[in-house]
């Protein structure tokens, strides 16, 4: 796979923030990136790379509704004791 | 939970209360092996899934995470939910296990493989410690086969696996985390054992006093782990400090009886398998799925928050404790999530300001 530069991956790391915290921008993000982003036009790879940053932001609320250090959980917090 | 989008249910089904070991500290053991003895049917397992598949519909994904007793043990049962899930639209089930590895079999490994199950694999520390708890009910010591199934893990499947291991008296919380570092798993977790105080193996007040300070050391390997832009083995802060991330108040302690439930081996239906069936039953998989997604909601609203929980600064993270635990080791419970989430909150105003690095801890590196 190629290797994304440093500046790239500190990009969407601060778009995946963006969308994490603020629920209008990541609404946007979903419904109009172009707009969103302030970009036109949205190319093919740029909305597979929104694509994965939208599945990003739902891996982490994933993690955030799991316990890690509780019993049980698997997704980001499996149970301490079997 | 803050705000929980619908994203993952996880459905926790114990096939089985038997268990191969007679591990010295186990609660599962004492409190539902002489109860619920059986093992769930084939035709019972790919119900479960139809069932679940129907109630929690509106969950984009289903968990289910295989416990017991030992899992292992009702193999045709782990099958038939396999191949009652293929069926279903792609991605729509995953699938975990915590397992003792203990009578692991390479047909065993073949079906995680095929599931491409989350393994949570029970090693306690070195044989001399796992060995002492951690035997079958004829005395015979375990840890060289346990290792043998993790080998067997490693060789044969790309299962994700997290070693997870029970402190107890006379084997600290820093020990058993330096231990589970040297293992061939993804992550790792160490958590102290679940019994009242006074128990045999329950921590005594010392040994409580320095796990605590050892979740504090822990915290600040997660920060090192950070710094280094790398995903922290020990991931027992992750969920606590990504909250604090993207801000919210915990408004449970867990999903139970929403995006949770627990299913008993005859197929009663429960907001966590670790509940009692006489207090908290919610119906059967037989029944209509509708009706005990309905009675989960009515158990979740009768929930309270404790009259002890509510001046306490952990709560917004914490939700309260949780349900099954209070009662066998309330106490102690309290003292050591409150801690986590102390840990977790200093964790995140370390990243005050890049607050990207704390992405790490969900794998985005």
Known sequence: MEKKPAAHLQRQKKTILHALTDPKFRAALTANPARALCKKPITP?????????????????????????????????????? | MPEAPRHLAEVLVATTWECNLACAYCFIRHRELGAAPGRMSSALAARVIDAVDEGLASVESICVHLYGGEPLLNLPALEAMLTQ????????????????????????????????????????????????????????????RVLGFLDALRSRTHCWVRGSAVVRSGWGLAQAYAYLCTLPVDVIKAQAVRLPRGAR??????????????????????????????MPRDDRFSSRVLQLLKGGRRRAFCGAGDTGFGIAP?????????????????????????????AGRRWRAR??????????????????????????????????????????RAIFERFRGRQEALLALAGIT
């Open chain 2, 266 to 294: 005859d197929g009663t239906v429960l907001p966590c398998v670790l509940l009692d069936p006489a207090e908290a039953r919610l119906g059967h998989v037989d029944g209509d799925p509708a009706a005990w997604v309905r």
């Open chain 2, 201 to 230: 193996y329950a921590l005594d007040e010392a040994q409580r006093r320095a796990y605590l300070d050892d979740l504090g050391t822990i915290g600040r390997e997660v920060i090192a782990a950070l710094e280094a832009g790398r």
């Open chain 2, 85 to 144: 899930a293929q069926r279903k639209r792609p991605r729509r089930f995953r699938f975990a296990i915590t397992t003792n590895g203990a009578g692991a079999s390479p047909a065993a490994a073949d079906l995680l493989e095929a599931g491409r199950f989350q393994v949570v694999l029970s090693i306690d520390g070195p044989a001399e410690i796992h060995d002492e708890c951690r035997r079958t009910p004829d005395g015979a010591p375990t840890h060289a």
């Open chain 2, 303 to 344: 929930r309270r928050v404790r009259a002890e929980c509510r001046g306490c600064t952990a709560l917004p993270l914490c939700g309260g404790g949780c349900p099954a635990m209070l009662p066998i080791c309330g106490d102690d419970e309290c003292d050591m999530t409150r801690r986590s989430c102390e840990v977790a």
């Open chain 1, 45 to 82: 790879e740029m909305q597979k790379e929104i694509g994965r940053i939208l599945d990003l932001v739902k891996t982490v609320e994933i993690q955030i509704g799991s316990l890690a250090e509780e019993l049980l959980c698997a997704n980001g917090g499996p149970c301490g004791i079997a």
